[in-house]
């Protein structure tokens, strides 16, 4: 029986060892390349490359343009993970009531998730113009003049805006997830709740909430990974300005590697990503555990 045992799990590791090859060609590989890449001074182009021990990395604590990235990046996942999963919570619990035309809804707030990023941007772009755009011809169509800025052109409106047009964009996946959260929970906690007359509010932040709070926190961590990876929809609403006000970790990066040419810099900001979305993760499984 145990030889036969042994046997199968031979076989079961053959049929991992391909994806296992490529993961460590497309992505572990990369990574060593990129933190070895991170103590030199390459430029990105030629074939020189010297080794400048934590020469990179001193720099990089030492620039404020990197710390500002980092703050930006904060406020970036405050402002998006929570709201979203938020509105996408109470959107998912809205629809699980199998309203007339819920399905038309969820297809209509999943929408944006299939559309390409700068589709999305184009739009929001076109709608936040600052003289014809139609959030602001709105505004001052209701009396809301003093609302009505300059909202990708403005260093105080410009992070705002793009953490609108993110929880535009990912919302519907907050809301999917939770819904698939509650199509999964036993209907007779809450008719015991009702029974014992528990109201909507008392039944959602005492039973439904708790009873998702693992799906919150896959949420979570996908938010802070999510927020870190955040390239696309900066780089075509604002290119990271006006001034710094919209630039975050890995639109920093891209300057350093293909406008400064400084690879080795660029590596540098890379590890420093990936040790920040590793650690943010490990914290939050820690948090989530401990709970």
Do not use: H
């Amino acid at each position: 029986m145990n030889k036969l045992g042994k046997k199968n799990d031979w076989w079961a590791y053959l049929f991992i060892l391909p994806m296992m090859v490529l993961s460590f060609a497309l992505i572990y590989y990369c990574i060593i390349y990129t933190i070895g890449t991170s103590f030199t001074d390459w430029n990105g182009m030629s074939k020189d490359m010297n080794f400048v021990g934590l020469k990179n990395y001193s720099k990089m604590l030492n620039d404020k343009t990197f710390w500002t990235a980092v703050f930006n990046n904060i406020v970036f996942f405050f402002g998006t993970v929570f709201v979203q999963a938020a509105v996408g919570f109470f959107l998912a619990l809205l629809l699980k009531n199998r309203l007339p035309g819920s399905n038309l809804f969820k297809a209509i707030y999943f929408m944006p998730i299939a559309m390409a990023t700068s589709i999305t941007t184009a739009i929001f772009k076109i709608i936040m113009d600052p003289t014809n755009g139609t959030l602001n011809v709105f505004l001052r169509a209701v009396g809301l003049d003093f609302m009505a800025v300059s909202w990708l052109g403005d260093k105080r409106y410009a992070l705002l805006a793009v953490i609108i047009v993110n929880i535009f964009q990912w919302m519907g996946f907050s809301m999917i997830t939770y819904y698939a959260g509650l199509m999964g929970l036993p209907d007779d906690v809450y008719e015991a709740a009702k029974i014992d007359g528990a109201g909507f509010w008392r039944t959602t932040f005492s039973i439904t909430l708790p009873m998702l709070k693992g799906t919150s926190n896959v949420l979570i961590i996908l938010g802070i990974v999510g927020s870190l990876k955040t390239f696309d929809i900066v780089k075509l609403l604002t290119a990271g300005g006006p001034g710094r006000s919209t630039t975050v970790l890995n639109t920093y990066l891209y300057e350093k590697a293909f406008k400064d040419f400084n690879a080795g810099g660029a590596a540098s900001i890379g590890v420093a990503i990936l040790i920040i979305a590793v650690a943010m993760s490990f914290l939050q499984i820690r948090l989530a555990k401990e709970d």
